[in-house]
């Protein structure tokens, strides 16, 4: 009798350590679940987080073959900054004046400080300071939907600047159309990135308004036929696209004025 309890007694014993040995080893197997599915998760978000940069960080050629946007270094792509000439000194009357290219193209020019009082501000102080006479015209664009030639970088090449940036933009046609003979302060990503460099359109230009426009400054009253004739005529060197890069003419901005 003292034996069959016994049996018994050790084989409760038993039944309660497997037991108890059994939730051990699904307590332990949980954590590894839960451990693994810890990794999977985070491989995914960053798996994610990797793909989305090489997404969003890749230009979409179809857009910068078909409509170039003008845009200004990237050492202007900050928010406004620097010692940005007043808008009062285009005390908000017309300026007129030349902007001579190669010394063969003669272009008439006319302001609106009115419309655009900072960016009109920024030229004719540029223009006083002889900041442009032998800078260089760096890129144009012979699109269908985009002829325009750019000009005013510091080191000739689209980069460097007058050491400010300024904003906000002014005077932006709502439409996205630059007709032939505007002239428009290029730009980087921000609105407040506006610098020395400027476009002139030498054809209808149609812009992505979306983006938010380009100010525009004032238009060419004169000379845009010697503009096409003696440099637009000639093509571009493709650069970012087979319709956007240096023309092969190369064009230097020989004298500036304004009154």
Request: glycine content about 10%; aromatic content about 6%.
């Amino acid at each position: 009798m003292a034996a069959t309890k016994n049996d018994r007694e050790s084989r409760d014993r038993l039944r309660r350590y497997t037991a108890r040995q059994q939730v051990h080893a699904a307590q332990v197997a949980r954590r590894r679940r839960d451990d693994v599915l810890a990794v999977v998760a985070v491989v995914v978000v960053v798996g994610l987080a990797v793909l989305t940069q090489v997404v969003w960080g890749q230009d979409d050629p179809g857009t910068a073959a078909s409509t170039p946007s003008p845009s200004a270094s990237s050492t202007a792509e900050a928010t406004g900054t620097g010692d940005v000439p007043s808008a009062e000194i285009a005390e908000g009357r017309t300026w007129t004046g030349q902007f001579d290219l190669n010394d063969d193209v003669q272009l008439g020019v006319e302001l609106d400080g009115a419309a655009a009082p900072q960016a009109t501000s920024v030229l004719v102080d540029l223009v006083r300071k002889g900041f442009y006479t032998g800078t260089s015209c760096h890129r144009m664009s012979d699109a269908d939907s985009a002829e325009f030639l750019q000009c005013g970088s510091a080191n000739g090449d689209g980069t460097g600047d007058a050491g400010f940036t300024f904003g906000p933009l002014e005077n932006v046609p709502s439409d996205g159309l630059y007709p032939a003979g505007t002239i428009a302060m290029a730009r980087g990503e921000s609105p407040d990135s506006q610098s020395t460099q400027f476009f002139v359109t030498y054809g209808d230009t149609y812009l992505d308004a979306s983006t938010g426009g380009y100010t525009v400054v004032g238009r060419v009253t004169s000379g845009l036929d010697q503009l096409t004739a003696n440099i637009t005529d000639a093509g571009l060197t493709p650069g970012t696209s087979e319709t956007d890069g240096a023309p092969v003419v190369p064009t230097t901005i020989t004298s500036a004025s304004l009154e």
